[in-house]
T-cell receptor, first 113, second 113 residues
Framework: GESVGLHLPTLSVQEGDNSIINCAYS??????FIWYKQESGKGPQFIID?????DKRQGQRVTVLLNKTVKHLSLQIAATQPGDSAVYFC????????????FGSGTRLQVQP | KAGVTQTPRYLIKTRGQQVTLSCSPI?????VSWYQQTPGQGLQFLFE???????NKGNFPGRFSGRQFSNSRSEMNVSTLELGDSALYLC????????????FGPGTRLTVL
């Protein structure tokens, strides 16, 4: 499959445990954030998003937390499953100028059975 | 609805050649963005097209260009290929201009020899 990053930070968890993936951003003008999951050989797949007027949003087994004070975003995955193994990217859009997605460097999640 | 499709999925070229990649967005989506993904640089924004007009451009040389057709399908072209152009090229579509959620295709893996 495709190699999306040879030197990504890796988080290894046991199946059934909760996972927390962190992302720091630097642009204080960013007002929209998205988490994507990328499996080998595939393009990024949307997981969950959050706007800057919120600090928490929940989906199915996933929760995104946004701390604008320290410019930090996290993705929590409950009861992690082998199918969750992938590279996870946070992406941000700022509310000025170009409004293109800016991606973080990614974190590889490995789920041990 | 069918997802974003990209053709070809794999391509091998030699230095100095040019290449054209194609992207068909999700039906009804009018915005198409292109990204380059490499292990060293991660996901980087190339450009965005909306209603056949380039609306946004990343920091890539003029060798990288694109266009969008009236049916929203998009092509990107890279001329005078360099070894460093080897990457996964991802296309993403969204209903309106960037600033919102984008849905990605599987990518075209370009290898330059």
């Amino acid at each position: 499959g495709e190699s999306v990053g040879l030197h990504l930070p890796t988080l290894s968890v046991q199946e059934g445990d909760n996972s927390i993936i962190n992302c720091a951003y630097s642009n204080s003008a960013s007002d929209y954030f998205i988490w994507y999951k990328q499996e080998s050989g595939k393009g990024p797949q949307f997981i969950i998003d959050i706007r800057s007027n919120m600090d928490k949003r929940q989906g199915q087994r996933v929760t995104v937390l946004l701390n604008k004070t320290v410019k930090h975003l996290s993705l929590q995955i409950a009861a992690t499953q082998p199918g969750d193994s992938a590279v996870y990217f946070c992406a941000e859009i700022d509310d000025t100028g170009r409004r293109a997605l800016t991606f973080g460097s990614g974190t590889r999640l490995q789920v041990q059975p | 609805k069918a997802g974003v499709t990209q053709t070809p999925r794999y391509l091998i070229k030699t230095r100095g050649q040019q290449v054209t990649l194609s992207c068909s967005p999700i039906s009804g989506h009018r915005s198409v963005s292109w990204y380059q993904q490499t292990p060293g640089q991660g996901l980087q924004f190339l450009f965005e097209y909306f209603s056949e007009t380039q609306r946004n451009k990343g920091n890539f040389p003029g060798r990288f260009s694109g266009r969008q057709f009236s049916n929203s399908r998009s092509e990107m072209n890279v001329s005078t290929l360099e070894l460093g152009d080897s990457a996964l090229y991802l296309c993403a579509s969204s209903p309106g201009l960037a600033g919102g959620l984008q849905f990605f295709g599987p990518g075209t893996r370009l290898t330059v020899l």
